[in-house]
């Protein structure tokens, strides 16, 4: 049943109290060792129940056994048996996680007693780890939509009185609670090696982990905000430890796991506690989002406690025209060095009032370059001028962080550089305006870059690299989002079906369709159509 080691160096001893044992549980698989190393060495290879060790001992005594195999098996128990009545011996032994101390001589009334208490406390560990296991499971790995539905109007502040008495039957009856936020950087390059199904098993395996991380400090009920499969809110609720112990140390293991396995970056977010977390969960999600925002300007892989510093949303940042105007005139004469101190220069008078969210600091300078490009606008087709503001939406949007952002700011303000270098000299390739001409009229057909590079006389591998110079995305993005566009625009102006409206933007297989919508507008077909219904039925 269990798997005991007699440790002493004195043999008799040590082969008395291992028949006594082995005749009062025949069962037990019972080992001996003469001293602390031997048992150690055999630990170390394979997982035992129960330790009853000698305190003195040569090669290793019991002290700095229990300190090593503790750290080894943290759940072992272990039972000090010493002909010393030293208190100080029992003090640190008990300090170093022993389970018992008892003294010499022992006889079978005490041998069975000591077995029947560790026993139990090994059976009632047992319970407490299925107990856990069997709430994690019903809470977080089946949540109903219902469930989840309910709980995102619960930290949206939307729940009515009746739907806040339901709440409570997830949550422990403790008032104290916070709430955590992990975010997952969907635009790392990481995301693109797979697929819809193994992302989805990633996003599974982080609520688990973030889970089984918080349960040992109170009932934790986690679930992905609706509409933003990237964000994971877990409330967690005291039952035993307090909240304010929480390790950092623990969750950054998480992140560092995390980015091992799968080469993602996450953020964690965590905000104050509060003493009525049923009635104040808003406020405590909006305080683990703030949080959570300002790794945008920490960078990646922290875990970051809410504090006056984090993002505030009523911040409006916006760059004076003076210093936009220093930005435009580096298309002009580009130097790296300068434009990265211009650069650095409008960030820090940004930031000096505060963090705005990340989302308004990203649309202040889409402005400021589309502001740029208007400069040279003039001279630029239609098509190509969208094709530019395009490029630079996306390239802003898809930036992790700070560090992040002024690499691709960079990168924009040099491929600005590069087209009114060539609008200067009158090279501009029209064959590629004929490409993405063709592209947005024929976007419903089956295209791919092969079949595009073959029609317009083209090497597939140069044209996908001209490509992308001149959208600033890949080929089967350009491909989705124009398909996606248009789809949005059937959505909300006809009555089609939405396989209807899949045919009609080249998808033959309409839950494909409506996987690639939802990664692209956060949300199903079904949904964008009732936020933005245009027409009558």
Known sequence: MYKILIIDDEPRHRKGLANLISKLRPSYEVYQFKNGGEAFDFIKETNVDIIITDIRMPVMDGLEFIKCTKERQKNVKIIILSGYANFEYAQKAIELGAFDYILKPVDEDKINNLLIKVEKSIKDEQLNIKEKKLLMENLNNTLPVYVEWMLNKWINGTATESELSEVKSYITDSKEGMVIITETSRHHKSFNDYSIEEIGEISKNIKLWINEKLGSFGSTVSFYLRNFEDTLVSIVVKNREPLDRISFEGLKDIIGEIKKDYGIDIAIGMSNISGDILHEAQKCFNEARSSVYMSFYMGPGKVIRYSKSSCTEDLQPVVDQKSEGMLTNTIHNFS?????????????????????????????????????????????????????????????????????????????IKQIVNIYGNLKNNKNDALIEK????????????????????????????????????????????????????????LQKTDKKIYEIALSVGYRDVKYFNRVFKAEKKMSPEVYRQLNNDFNL
């Open 336 to 412: 790296y060095e300068r434009f990265i101190d211009i650069l650095n220069d409008i960030i820090s008078k940004m930031l000096v009032s505060g963090y705005p969210y990340p989302d308004k600091f990203k649309e202040a300078f889409k402005i400021v370059f589309i502001n740029i490009i208007k400069q040279i606008g003039n001279a630029l087709t239609e098509k190509q001028y969208n094709s530019i503001i395009l490029m630079i939406t996306n390239r802003i949007d898809s930036c992790e962080d700070m560090q992040d952002f002024k690499q691709i700011s960079v990168d924009i």
């Open 435 to 490: 490409c993405l001409d063709y592209i947005n009229n024929h976007y419903m057909e089956d295209l791919s870059l092969e079949s595009i590079s073959k029609k317009f006389s083209f090497n597939p591998s140069y044209f996908s690299t001209l490509f992308k110079e001149a959208t600033g995305v890949n080929f089967i993005k350009y491909l989705l989002k124009i398909r996606i566009k248009n789809a949005c625009e059937l």
